[in-house]
C-alpha cells in the first residue's frame, strides 16, 4: 500500500505548483488554480477510501532521510484505520471547502494563491496524521501555522485580518516553542524521531508537558485558545477549514498519536484534563455572549475541542477521536452554511439578521442540523460522541484510569454542565438568526457599516439560498453530520478506534434533561420578549462574556507588552551601551591621537624642557634600579 | 583534481585581473566578462563534488578530522613555516558551491543595476577579489594561509561598502574594516602561537589538537574564539554589522550576509575546535551562552526595528547566535546542525537581501512604516518576500528549520542544567524571530498600498538572481542531505578529538 505516500504528498506539491500560478482573477487564471485545489483533495480522498478499503493491516512505509550526528531521521508514513479515518475526513472537508471557494470567492483577484494555500494547508494536516516520524509531524504542524497565518490574513479589506493572522501564528508558535523541546527531548532519549522508537521509550513527564503547550496552542486550548475567535477574520471557508479538519484537530491528534506515553503520566493527563475542563466552560460561556455569527462557531469550537481533550485525559483516545470526526461534519456544515448567511445578508452579526428561514429554507435546514448535532440531540452524530465523552469521563470517576479520580470529576462535571449552555447558545443562535422579523434594516436604520468582507460583494435585494456550488457541499455534509453517529454500531468503525459499543443507559437521561433545559431557556427568553436577542439576560456579564473573559488584556499584559518593553531595554542597551564602546573606543583613540599630534607640535624651548625632563626622569631611573641591582 | 582545485582560485582571481584592463566605456562588456568568469568557477566547483567518491573509503579506516578529497600542496615560504596548502572535504565544501552560486547571482545582478557610486566594471571585479579571498578562506588548509585570505577579504568588501553604498558608506566602511581588523589582530595572534609552539601550520595535522599543551589550546582557542566572533559575528561583537548592512549596495549585502559572516563560523569549527578541542570543551558553556544572548538579543532588537535592511542585518547576528550554539553544544549533531545553518543562512538571507534591496531601489525607502501593501502592487515581490520571510523565521520543509531546530536538540542532547536552559531560551528565540518576521511582513506586504517610484514588476535578470535560491531553500529544506552528506565522517572525526 505504497500509495499512502500520496495522502499528504498530492495537495502539498499541487499546493506548491499552484503558488506558481500567475495571479489575476479572469477566467483563464482562476480554472486551473480551481483545478488543482480541488484534485488536490480529490486525489488524496480517493487513495484514503482506496487504502482504507483495501488494506488490511497498518501501512508502515519509512525511508532514511537525513542523520544528524547520532540521531536518525526517517521520513515514514504509518497509518492505522484510525488515522485514515482522520485522514478521509480531513481530505473530505478539505474538498468541500475547495469547491466551496471556487463560487465563495468567485471575484477575489488573488483567488489562486488562496487555493494553493489551501491545498498546502491540507497536505500539511494529512503529513501530520500519516507520518510516521516525528519530525514528519513537526514539519506538517508548522506548514500548517504558516497557512493559518496566510490565509487568515487573506481579506485585504478587512483591516483587522493582518493583525489576527499574525496573532494566530505568533500564539501557536509560543506553544511551538513546548511543542519542539518536548519533541527535542522525546527524539534525544529515543536516539531516533521514528513515532514507533519514540513510543518504546519510558517519557519524561516534563517532555509530555511541553508537547501540551504545543498542543494547547494548535487546539485552541485555555490558555493559547485566544487567536480562534480573532482568526475569523480570515474568509468563512477557511474557518470551516481550520474548525473541522486542520489545525484544531492537529493538536488532539498528536496526543492520541502519542498516547501510549501520555498514558504512563498521571501529571501530564492531569494538566490535560484541569486545562481541558477550563476550556469547555470558557468556550461555552463565552460563546453565549457574542453578536458575530462566526463568533458563537468559533467559542464553540473552542468549547467542543475541550471535550475532545477531555475524553483524552480521562482515558479514552477513542472517545476523542470519536468526537473529532463527528466535529469534523457538523463545524465544517455550519461555518459552510454561516458563509452562506454570510454572503446572502452582507453582515456576521445576528443582529443584523432574523427572519432569514423563508428566504433561505436550505441554509435553515442545514443549520438545524448542524446546530442540532453541536448541541448533542439525539440521534444526531454529536449526541453519540459527546455520549461517549461523558460516559468515559463518568468512568473514570470510578478510578482505575491513569488520570487521578479527581480529574474524572473536573471533567465530567465541566462537560456535562456545558452540554445545557451549548444547548442555550445553539437554541439562541437558531432563534435569533432565522426565526422572527428581519432586522436588516433595524432599529439604527439600513446604514449599517458592512463589517463582512469575505468577497467583494453587492447586498441581494433578498437573501437566497446560494449557487450550486456552495449548495452542494452543505447538503452532503448534512449527512455524516446527521449520521454519523450511527457508526459507533458499525463494527468495523468500532474496532479502527477501539470504541466501545455504544450503551444507551440511564447516564442518558441527565445530560439529555440538561439539553432540554438549555434549549427550553433559550426559547422561553426568546419567545418572552419578541425582538430582543436572549443574550440580553446576561445583563452585566455580557461584555465581560463577549470579551472571552478578557484573557486577551491579560495576555497582552502579562506577555506583549513586557516582550514589547524588553526589546525597548535591550535595543537601548545594544546602541547606548555596547555599541556605544565600540564608537567610543573610536573616537577615543582619535583624541589622543589628536592629543599626541599636539604634544608634537608644541613651541621649542618647552618641547626642550620636556626632552630634559624625560632624561632627568631616565637618567633618575637608572641610577635608582642601578643601585639597587 | 588539483587542477580543479587551483582552478577554483584562480579563475576568479584571473578575471578580476582582466577586468582591471578592460577600458572604462566597455563597461558592460566589461561586466559580461566578469559574469562569465564566475559562471566558469562554478564548473571546477561542480568537478570537485565528483572527487568525493575517491575519498569516501577512505573515511571510514581512521577517522581524521581533515582527509580532504582533493589537496594541493607546495611548500611556498619555508621560514615561516608557510605552505601553500590547499584541500576542500565536507565540512567546506558546501560553503565553497555557496560562495560561487551567490558571486555568479551576484555578478548577473550587477549586469542588470549597477548601483549608484562607481563603475559597474570595478564592482564586478571587486567582487571577483571577494570570490578568490574567500574561497581561499574555505580552502586553506595551513594556518598562515588561512589568514592570509582571511585577510584578502577585507579590503575589497570596504572598497564595495565606501563606494556603491548609501548615504552614510564611509563611516560604516571605516567601522567595518576597523572592527574586524581588530579581530584579525587576534587571529594572527592565535595562528602565531598555534604554529610555534606545534612547530606546523598544517590544519590537517593540527587536527584534534595535535601535541599542543592544555594551556596553549585555551590561549590559542581564546583568541580565535574572539576573532571569529567579531566576524560571524556573536553578540556583543556584532555592532559593525548592522550599519555595514545597511549601508552596504544590495549585492554587497548578499556577499557579506551570505558567505562572509560564514567565514567566522567555518574557522571557528575547522580552525577553532579543529586546533584547539580542549579550549573548545573549556570555552564552550560561555560561548553557548553568548550564542544564546545574540539570539534573544537579536530577535528583541529586530522586534524594534523601523528600517528593512537594519532588521534583516540583526536577524543574521539571531541566526549566527543559532549557529554558534551548536557548535558550542560541540557534539556531532550540534556540529552538522551549524555547518547545515551556515548554508541555509547564506541562502535566506541573501534572498532576503536581494529581496530588500529591490524594494528599496523601487520605493526609494527602506523604512517600514513608509512602505505597506505589496501584495496588492506588486503580487510575485510580496510572494517572494513572504516566502523568504517565512524560510527565515524556521519553518519545517524550508533550509533555515534544520540549523535551528537541530542547534537545539544539540543542547538537548548535551544536557545538564545549563545546556537545558540554553535550548529552552534559544526556543524562545525561535518564536521571537517569528513575531518580527510576521511584523515585517505585515508592515511592508499588508496594508494600504503606497505611491509607487518605479514599476513594481519583478524584472527578468531578478528573476534569474533569485529563483537559484528560491529552490535551493526548498532543495535543501527538504532534502538537508544535500548539504549533510559528506559531513558526518570529518564531524565524527572533530567529536571524537574531544573524547
Known sequence: MNAAVLIPAVPLLLGLAGLLLPPGDDTQRRRPAATLGIAGAAVSLLVTLGVLLFATKPVELSAHWVSLGDIDLTLGISVGHAALYVALAVATVALFVQIYSVAYLHDDPRYAPYAAQISLFTGAMLLVVTSGDLIGVVVGWEIMGACSYLLIGHDRRLPEAPAAAVKAFVVTRVGDIGFLLGVAFLIVDAGSSRLADVLAQPPHTAALLLILAGVAGKSAQFPLHTWLPDAMAGPTPISALIHAATMVAAGVYVVFRLYPLFEQSPAALAVLGVMAAITILLGAFSAMAQDDLKRVLAWSTVSQIGYMTGALAVGSPAAALFHLLTHAAFKALLFLAAGAVIHAVGTNYLSRMGGLREHMPVTFWAFVAGLGALAGLPPLAGFWSKENVLTAAAHATEGGETAPVWVGWVVWIAALFAVGITAWYATRLLLWGFLGHSRAHGADGPDWEVGFDDARYTRPAAPHDPPGAMRWPILLLVIPSVLLGLAAYAPGFRTALELDEPHLSVAVVLPLILLAAGATAAWWLWRAVPGVDPAMALGRTRPLLAAGFRLDDIQNRLLVRPVRALARAVLTVDTRVVDAAVEGTGTTTSRVGAALAYAHRIPLPAAAAAVLAGALLLGAVAVLFGAAA | ?499
Not at chain 2, 23 to 45: C, H, K, N
Not at chain 2, 205 to 217: F, N
Not at chain 2, 343 to 350: D, F, M, P, Q
Open chain 2, 1 to 499: 583534481m588539483t587542477v580543479a582545485l587551483l582552478a577554483v582560485l584562480l579563475v576568479p582571481a584571473v578575471g578580476a585581473g582582466v577586468l582591471a584592463l578592460f577600458p572604462a566605456r566597455l563597461d558592460s562588456a566589461a561586466r559580461l566578462t566578469g559574469t562569465i568568469f564566475a559562471a566558469v568557477t562554478l564548473i571546477p566547483i561542480a568537478l570537485l563534488a565528483f572527487a568525493r567518491d575517491e575519498a569516501w573509503s577512505a573515511y571510514s579506516a581512521t577517522p581524521l578530522a581533515v582527509r580532504p578529497w582533493a589537496e594541493f600542496d607546495v611548500s611556498w615560504v619555508p621560514a615561516l613555516r608557510l605552505d601553500f596548502h590547499l584541500g576542500v572535504d565536507g565540512v567546506s565544501y558546501p560553503l565553497v558551491a555557496l560562495t560561487g552560486l551567490l558571486t555568479v547571482l551576484c555578478c548577473a545582478y550587477t549586469m542588470w543595476r549597477v548601483p549608484a557610486g562607481g563603475s559597474g566594471r570595478t564592482l564586478v571585479a571587486l567582487l571577483l577579489v571577494l570570490e578568490a579571498g574567500i574561497l581561499g578562506t574555505f580552502l586553506a588548509l595551513d594556518l598562515i594561509l588561512f589568514f592570509l585570505f582571511f585577510e584578502v577579504v577585507l579590503l575589497p568588501m570596504y572598497a564595495v561598502i565606501a563606494g556603491w553604498g548609501g548615504e552614510d558608506r564611509r563611516r560604516a566602511a571605516r567601522k567595518f574594516v576597523l572592527y574586524t581588523l581588530f579581530g584579525s589582530v587576534l587571529l594572527l595572534l592565535g595562528v602565531i602561537t598555534v604554529t610555534v609552539a606545534a612547530g606546523t601550520g598544517d590544519l590537517a595535522r593540527l587536527a584534534g589538537g595535535a601535541d599542543l599543551s592544555r594551556s596553549t589550546q585555551y590561549a590559542a582557542f581564546a583568541l580565535f574564539a574572539l576573532a571569529f566572533a567579531v566576524k560571524a559575528p556573536l553578540w556583543p561583537l556584532h555592532t559593525w554589522l548592522p550599519d555595514a548592512h545597511t549601508q552596504a549596495p544590495t549585492v554587497g549585502s548578499v556577499i557579506l550576509a551570505g558567505v562572509l559572516l560564514k567565514m567566522g563560523t567555518y574557522g571557528l569549527i575547522r580552525v577553532g575546535v579543529g586546533v584547539a578541542p580542549l579550549g573548545a570543551e573549556w570555552a564552550a558553556p560561555l560561548l553557548g551562552i553568548l550564542a544564546v544572548a545574540a539570539i534573544l538579543a537579536g530577535a528583541l532588537i529586530c522586534l524594534r526595528q523601523t528600517e528593512l535592511k537594519r532588521l534583516i542585518a540583526y536577524s543574521s547576528v539571531g541566526h549566527m547566535g543559532f549557529v554558534l550554539l551548536g557548535i558550542a553544544a560541540l557534539n556531532a549533531t550540534g556540529l552538522q546542525a551549524a555547518l547545515l545553518g551556515n548554508v541555509a543562512h547564506g541562502l535566506i538571507t541573501g534572498l532576503l537581501f536581494f529581496l530588500a534591496g529591490a524594494i528599496k531601489d523601487r520605493a526609494h525607502t527602506g523604512e517600514l512604516a513608509d512602505l505597506g501593501g505589496l501584495r496588492e502592487t506588486a503580487p510575485r515581490l510580496a510572494g517572494l518576500l513572504g516566502f523568504a520571510a517565512i524560510a527565515s523565521l524556521g519553518l519545517p520543509g524550508l533550509a533555515g528549520f534544520w540549523g535551528e531546530a537541530f542547534a537545539v536538540v544539540a543542547a538537548v542532547q548535551r544536557g545538564g542544567g545549563l545546556w537545558v536552559t540554553l535550548a529552552v531560551l534559544a526556543a524562545i528565540g525561535g518564536a521571537l524571530t517569528a513575531a518580527y518576521f510576521l511584523r515585517l511582513l505585515r508592515k511592508v506586504t499588508h496594508g494600504p498600498a503606497v505611491a509607487v517610484a518605479e514599476p513594481y514588476a519583478v524584472t527578468r535578470a531578478e528573476w534569474l538572481a533569485w529563483s537559484p535560491l528560491v529552490v535551493l531553500t526548498l532543495a535543501v529544506g527538504v532534502a538537508p542531505s544535500l548539504v549533510l552528506a559528506a559531513t558526518s565522517a570529518p564531524v565524527r572525526a572533530l567529536t571524537e578529538a574531544l573524547r
